[in-house]
């Protein structure tokens, strides 16, 4: 179950500014340089739909896709973990970005990317903990996957699970590549369950 149609809607620079809590929307986020770019265009077989910022510091936009229906969104979240952001912006980014995973009503679920080489770190579990106080589904890709061997892959899939079960969150988690294009199907079922088309 592919995605087949997919469409820019907007880009905001904070969530006052996002569409009306209508209809069902899944939310990208991970550390800058997780991969979340690749990902997205991977999933959504498109060249160039999401493109990553390497610019610290620079504001970066929340961008809004329709996913095979207008009411149905991908939500990419301004990658996070670049300490040259001022603390007092990052402050108030926060503020909103808890806010959001708390209280979003057409959030259905939140897909969280971390490189496989690196585990879970502190913001990433921090995402994680607002996610479960909103009682928000959580999906996570362990990108970059090609970047080890399957063994290795395999175990760094095991790690993280008990890294998860230990910090008392349940969440499904999944090996991904968008350099070999591995682990789409399984991230699109996911994704169509959310959104139930
Ligand atoms: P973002 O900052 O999270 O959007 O990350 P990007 O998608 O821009 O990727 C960051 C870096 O990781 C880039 O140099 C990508 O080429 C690389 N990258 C992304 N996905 C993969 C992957 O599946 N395999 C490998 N080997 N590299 C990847």
């Not at 001022?86 to 259905?108: D, F, I, T």
């Not at 502190?122 to 970059?144: N, R, S, Y």
């Not at 070999?180 to 139930?196: F, H, N, P, Q, S």
Request: one cysteine or more; hydrophobic letters at 40%.
């Amino acid at each position: 179950q592919r995605i087949q149609q997919t469409e820019f809607m907007l880009s905001a620079p904070t969530f006052r500014l996002c569409p009306a809590d209508e209809g069902l929307e899944v939310a990208f986020a991970g550390r800058s340089n997780a991969g979340k770019s690749s990902a997205i265009n991977a999933l959504t077989n498109q060249r160039q739909l999401a493109r990553s910022s390497k610019t610290p510091g620079r504001t970066q936009m929340i961008n809004f896709f329709s996913i095979e229906t207008p009411e149905t969104r991908l939500v990419d979240l301004p990658g996070y973990g670049y300490a040259a952001v001022p603390l007092e912006m990052k402050k108030e980014w926060q503020v909103e970005l808890e806010e959001y995973l708390v209280s979003r009503g057409s959030l259905a679920g939140l897909v969280l990317l971390t490189d496989i080489r690196h585990p879970l770190k502190f913001f990433d579990e921090q995402m994680l903990h607002w996610a479960q106080d909103g009682e928000l589904p959580v999906h996570i890709l362990l990108t970059k996957a090609d970047k080890l061997k399957y063994g290795a892959a395999k175990n760094a899939l095991l790690n993280t699970r008990k890294q998860l079960k230990k910090l008392g969150l349940s969440c499904s988690i999944q090996l991904f590549s968008a350099l070999r294009k591995e682990g789409i199907d399984e991230l699109a079922g996911v994704m169509g369950r959310w959104y139930e088309y």
